[in-house]
């Protein structure tokens, strides 16, 4: 995990205190459950809550492990320090230290999910609240990086809400694969405890039963989790992609955010550079390299072998951690934006009419002039535009084989803008609902 | 794609004669919802669908194609020689390319999910039978690889299962990700054409219209689409690995059904190999390979660079081809999957009553022996199994000790399998419902 | 593969034609070893090479395999169609289908990674040439997209040449990497056959004997060789890039070549899209894709097993086939590509003399100013370059402050764009040699 | 990066303190350079070395920071404090940022690289010490995962050694591939600063000047660096592979060492588990994803993106200090391998002589017998084997049918294990040489 894109809550999740919490909260509500069973006495399990304002000492607890080289042992040991030996071995009784780990990930990474889903609705109510300040204006719509015809700034944060939408949808089915615990014992038969336990502790934990279980919750689970957050991840990608065109010296349509205390800004005011989408997009790479490991983690030998552990230290932190600080960052950037709609416009008119000229071309065939001829009306007066500069609106104007088969009035409706935005209230309803 | 690998039936879905046939309906239906519109006349409409039953002939479509450098006009320079010329210039009217393109790729793709649905049912269907058949066939569960409890094989079938039933869900979750078409123009604004003319193709092609596209449909619908076959692939080799590893020569509680003619089964009995699951095991890397450039192509510049037409024209056919034949493969696999009960029961006794050891232990000190007391007459009983092959029963009734704290009655209770397979019942009722 | 992005040459080499050619050879030349051994008569030896300018029937033998279930038995059987099965039983002695297998996909890998080489050889004297044709002509460089330094055309084309230049020896490198074959036997311990015999067919067919090999070569060796194309597909996406970001409508420095016929290419001349680099960019991902199956291609159970091989029939062809098509592409598009100087020149000036403001900062602190007061000076004259579109180098002139510190020469030198092209020459040398 | 799984000495290769003292040797080195072109006063370039022994605050320099927001200056202004404003203002004259930053990273690759082959070396120390133990330690070598012929343990051993003989000379490869530096100024064009600087402070810090950079080191370098260590990776996962195989319950021909005090040895010795390679396992995938990212940095826009850093800011570290734990791990595995001679040796024979039954069979058609008729005899004594539990080599001796073609003698040679074991000389001589 790298710090400088880390944020505390989320980090939080991921420490050794949480760790130990989670921990802990298992054990006590297993006990519930056991002396509720009558497998343990009713005052052992009270005792478990005895350490439950406690602080854990993760020092501590570390020092043990060196010994017993068993980190739940460790644990426990240390638990027995809180509430004494005499109740402390009815902890844990009939459970595997997999049933703690694997609950606890899980717990974690719906917590992190959690979080996950408010980032994501921060940042759909920034491009929804750009997309209706932006609905009409209008900027150059580009294919290949071409210009194509008219669309608007608007369409272009309402589409990126659309998939965020989308996102948030598929964010809350990953968060539901892995919402679930299981307390089932060495091989997952339920051997040495009553799935009554797991269903208690798993209804206390916010989390709901693993169905069949082995040693371990099966990983297909986690598989799905990690490939959803590489979607969110490519998403990502695709804004930061699209504003790093828009800040690009010669399109300019748009900045990141500058402060003006930020050094440099006034001295070379054309170098501002577009650094929070670039290390979005490098972000967007590290979050999408935990899908292929995680999907590699399926496959584990038999009733589990330990190898998928080691993948998920690495990427259940680093995954999340990233992108939730990825996604408060891209919300920033949205939210505060600087929009410029005369450098769009003038980018529109760049070359004075031409992304019209299909239009004209379709207008003279359909005012009967044959696809041949319409061909060479409109080359002509195009070459003019892109070879000399002219208008190409003017042009038209003054070409008397144009105007026979086309009005003036017709002509210039060719060049209005409100029918490429005609349908933008339209398309704003499908995505923001009426 | 893979010859070897792959079925007619999703091969079809892929050939030039289908893609064809879409473009043909998605053009029909246009012209019928244009014509309702008044934007063509009635009569055009209908002379299209006189090509209803028409065989268009691919290589005509290629001849064509290699002159104009453009497969959309190819095909309905072709389409006018079943309708005519006259008719043919209203078809297509106010569309771009990318509208057919992409609408009948999800076409392909929610046909394509539509076989690998009935595939993984197959496949559902087989564990299930598999998990009855053998629902109380013990045998040892493994950790590490290494002996741990005693669990059933109906259990691991069950659990197979279970994995297959979320593998579902996620594939029609999938489904509906590409379940969306788009007839809205060369940036999306519908300039050019009703978005009612949208909302009937779409209907006639089982799909729903795409909220907000651009000149094409969003990647992260294709991305979250390939992404989730990746995870259906690694739950294919979580199977085959199992199999691969209770065929293995020194396990030997399971094989791929062998045919009796098969050259070489009988004269060299103890060779017959796994290739089936290891040929699914690198299918399942093959099709997981789709995943990455699938998100890759999310982020395409400005409202459509073609970067990721060459990416879908590899992994479109090649993942869902690959995955619909092992599936296939998969399912046979399991069907006739011969499982041999006896060598289950032989490796469980391999180390004569070890397996117990840790029941012993636990029921040791539940009778009041110390935890170092207990561990040390486990310890030597133990041993004598590990190092002289002695049976563990025989040795702890024989161990004075042993027998101070536990009955015989007890000791022999700690190596009933019943107390394994208790919750075997209750398992699959989670599974597969009361 | 997709037949769209394929070469002849290079998929003859993946045909079943080649294949069973490649395969007679190892067995020919393993039977001149044997006899030359005395392991087989003279006479047979010599026999098999009657069929040296034999056409095998691909059909008949995929006829003979779909009865014996074995394709090297298949081939065999075929081959003795043509020696007769006196001398025809004597072939493949001693020998297991590895054998001939995985020589023949080094054979293939390595005449696969010829191709490639040439490829990349006239990529790279296409980049040289348009590297030298524009050494001298200026544009502006860019990080961040923001314009930065003036650089020239020629340093962007002689970086890419650098590139490549490591590429081919990389590639070079991989070839050398699956240049081996093994004729080992059932499990690589030379048990049924001599040593000599994997020499002299090594020799025959331009590899070197595996040192130690199992049933199979191993697989670290293939690793190696798909991740190095991988490596150079992402140089590929790297030039591609640079072209389409250069071709866009408000960069426009550059072009793919447009042949006169293309339609639209004059009534739309500002539509001209970069198509090609964009299909290279999908075609990078595509062959980015095999690197991951093929490291996980390396773990093979024990002495072998098959999992690769489903793997290897797909990134075999497909990586290759691609690579080559996408080599031949992308110099066909540096070899014609249209440059535009003016519009480099253009965009150099786009914020009049802006770009220089740093140098002119440097040149005042130089000059004894500090630096907060230096600062200060070039901020209120960019400002109004920035704002009212005024031009850099008359404001500084103008400036009093500024020509207090600076004469009137030392600011114009600031605007010599040759400051910026002065080691040019220097550069050139060490990229292409003095 | 994971604490757990990482070794002082690489981590600290990554540390703060260690990147500021690179970036001070790169400045100081610089300021040489500078001052013997005259282009800064001889006394400012010794002035700097006075920082020679410096501690360097870190805390301090991030207080910097976090007020100029810009990671070198803030350095810079650190290192002024130790050798005054005066002569500070010397430092870093003509560079940029990247120049500094670039070269620091390729340093710090160069330097894991350094960790990381002597890893690699300790490593086939270890294979190759174990490899001359059990040279002639017969096992049972199979393919699929099924019984085939005899190998030694010493083979095994022995094509590791191979395996990592070549990743020897991979990571040599990919240590040159990042062993250049660049200080070439903004746009790589030495406009503000002589290629002399770049020449004298590689040499100094033992690199190679890079020969066309742009603001930039090119990333191809980077992708093939990361991607060699996919492949290692890849090759650990091979080693740890076989070490879990010959470890399961029913293999047990070899165990990862064991140490006496560990908790449960032996009151269950039954249960030890291959934890380490199973580790090894996981995190070989976790180095791996660390190559898709290192690709996808390749394609930066124009001179720079800084796309790459966050990438960079992950991968670098982690996949560097993963992989020198794992190697050190992985030779700690093989160093103390508990390796069980008479398992396998009992393995071998599980099946009572039917792995040679492919050599009667050969030998009974060289005898003269047809193969259906060897086929036969072969066939009707290896069931008795396979399904009675009989020993081949009795049945076949006890056979007329058999012993009318081969004389007993020559049966008997069939189940000689010299046969397989005699080319393991001439195979050690071609891994370790003569």
Request: glycine share 6%; no cysteine.
């Given at each position: 995990m790298i710090e400088r894109y880390a944020r505390p809550e989320m980090v939080e999740i991921w420490s050794a205190r949480t760790k130990y919490r989670i921990w802990y909260e298992i054990e006590a509500h297993a006990c519930d459950a056991q002396a509720e069973l009558g497998v343990i006495p009713k005052e052992a399990a009270e005792a478990?809550?005895?350490?439950?304002d406690a602080e854990f000492d993760v020092a501590r607890i570390d020092e043990i492990e060196s010994v017993t080289k068993h980190d739940v042992i460790a644990f426990l040991t240390h638990l027995a320090e809180f509430i004494g030996d005499g109740q402390a071995r009815f902890v844990h009784q009939g459970m595997t230290s997999s049933d703690v780990l694997d609950t606890t990930l899980n717990v974690q990474l719906t917590r992190a999910a959690d979080l996950l889903i408010a980032d994501v609705e921060r940042l759909m109510e920034a491009l929804k609240t750009r997309a209706y300040e932006h609905k009409d204006t209008v900027r150059i719509g580009r294919s290949h990086g071409i210009h194509a015809e008219p669309t608007t700034m608007g369409l272009t944060f309402a589409r990126f809400y659309a998939e965020w939408d989308r996102n948030l949808a598929r964010l809350k089915a990953a968060r539901a694969e892995v919402a679930t615990g299981a307390i089932s014992g060495a091989v997952g038969t339920f051997a040495n405890i009553d799935p009554a336990v797991e269903e208690h502790v798993c209804a206390a934990m916010g989390l709901a039963p693993e169905p069949i279980s082995t040693?371990?919750?099966?990983r297909d689970r986690h598989a799905m989790f990690f490939a959803t957050l590489g979607v969110l991840a490519s998403s990502i990608e695709n804004i930061a992609t699209e504003i790093r065109h828009m800040q690009r010296t010669e399109v300019l349509e748009a900045e990141e955010f500058f402060s003006k205390g930020q050094k440099g800004s006034s001295a070379m005011p054309h170098k501002r550079n577009p650094v929070l989408t670039e290390n979005l997009t490098g972000l967007a790479r590290l979050v999408r390299s935990a899908v292929t490991p995680a999907l590699e983690?399926?496959?584990?030998w038999h009733e589990r072998d330990i190898s998928h552990s080691s993948v998920e230290r690495g990427i259940g932190p680093d995954a999340t951690v990233h992108l939730d600080f990825a996604l408060s960052r891209l919300a920033g950037v949205v939210e505060k934006l600087v929009v410029y709609p005369e450098t769009m416009e003038k980018n529109l008119h760049k070359f004075r009419g031409l992304v019209m000229s299909q239009r004209v071309l379709l207008a003279l065939t359909q005012a009967g002039v044959s696809r041949e001829d319409a061909y060479t009306l409109v080359q002509r007066n195009a070459m003019k535009v892109w070879?000399?500069?002219?208008d190409f609106r003017t042009e038209l104007l003054a070409d008397p084989e144009v105007t026979a088969a086309l009005s003036p009035q017709q002509i210039e409706e060719k060049f209005d803008l409100g029918y490429h935005t005609k349908q933008v209230d339209r398309i704003f309803a499908r995505v923001f609902g009426a």
């Open positions: 478990v809550w005895k350490a439950k040693q371990v919750i099966p983690n399926v496959a584990l070879e000399q500069g002219a």
